[in-house]
């Protein structure tokens, strides 16, 4: 009966954490797509670091095709690993300086950041578990 509850809390846990993970990403990226201004700083960050330009698109595959994924639990793993890689060129374009520094309240100032970051590894790790359209 423990390896039953353990078993459906595992995939509880993870439909809650890709819905989350999903979700809130998702929310940016229709965040870039009202406001194209954001597309075209972050195309200016690009350049500014020597990378092409056109790799802006990948915000639109980090912040919309790979939330729809954990959403509905398609390719999982893979949805993850994009969400991290988006998160990671979020953080070394946008957020490098802040790197070391913290808010006025104690805590992280990239904090968010790291948290996406992360947990789009934890998924990848994971896997989207039994409520997902596809087992990874």
């Avoid at 350049?47 to 919309?64: C, K, N, R, S």
């Avoid at 490098?96 to 808010?103: C, D, H, M, N, Q």
């Avoid at 904090?111 to 934890?122: A, D, I, N, R, T």
Wanted: charge should be negative.
């Amino acid at each position: 009966m423990f390896e039953a509850e353990a078993s459906f809390s595992d995939a509880f846990g993870r439909l809650i954490l890709r819905l989350s993970l999903g979700v809130l990403m998702l929310l940016h990226g229709v965040d870039k797509i009202l406001h194209p201004a954001a597309i075209e700083h972050i195309s200016r960050l690009l350049t500014d670091a020597g990378l092409p330009a056109f790799l802006v698109h990948g915000v639109y595959i980090g912040e919309i095709v790979a939330p729809l994924m954990l959403i509905f639990g398609v390719f999982s793993r893979f949805a993850g690993v994009l969400v991290a890689i988006n998160m990671g060129f979020a953080i070394f374009l946008a957020h490098s300086a802040e790197l070391l520094e913290l808010t006025g309240h104690g805590g992280w100032q990239i904090e968010l950041q790291w948290m996406y970051l992360s947990c789009g590894l934890v998924v990848a790790f994971l896997g989207g578990g039994r409520y997902a359209l596809t087992r990874d």
